[in-house]
């Protein structure tokens, strides 16, 4: 089973910033177009942001100007920087891959106080 590992989310004054990592085995990490996503409490979950194995990035609009995605090849990472962060942004955090099957990390919990 494809194990991803989020880690840094955590509690924050709105306007505050965090950054979130995702590990992944390189065996996975070098194929995929690595994805975040979000999940809001009584909310479906939504895709944040993505980045291609060659840097192409996507974002929903919410997060535009605010949330960077990028991605170390070597290290088999991927970050969220999260800038200005609102309390609209409260929510747990997951990165996911598509192959060779869907897998999701754990989760991070994002809390973005007013």
């Known amino acids: 089973q494809v194990q991803l590992v989020e880690s840094g989310g955590g509690l924050v004054q709105a306007g505050g910033s965090l950054r979130l990592s995702c590990a992944a085995p390189?065996?996975?990490?070098?194929?995929?177009?690595m994805t975040w996503y979000r999940q809001a409490p009584g909310k479906q979950r939504e895709l944040v942001a993505s980045i291609t194995t060659g840097g192409t990035t996507n974002y929903v609009d919410s997060v535009k100007g605010r949330f960077t995605i990028s991605r170390d090849n070597a290290k088999n990472m991927m970050y969220l920087q999260m800038n200005s962060l609102k309390p609209e942004d409260t929510a747990v955090y997951y990165c996911?891959?598509?192959?060779?099957?869907?897998?999701w990390g754990q989760g991070t919990q994002v809390t973005v106080s007013s």
């Open positions: 390189g065996s996975i990490f070098r194929i995929n177009t």
């Open positions: 996911y891959a598509l192959r060779p099957s869907p897998a």
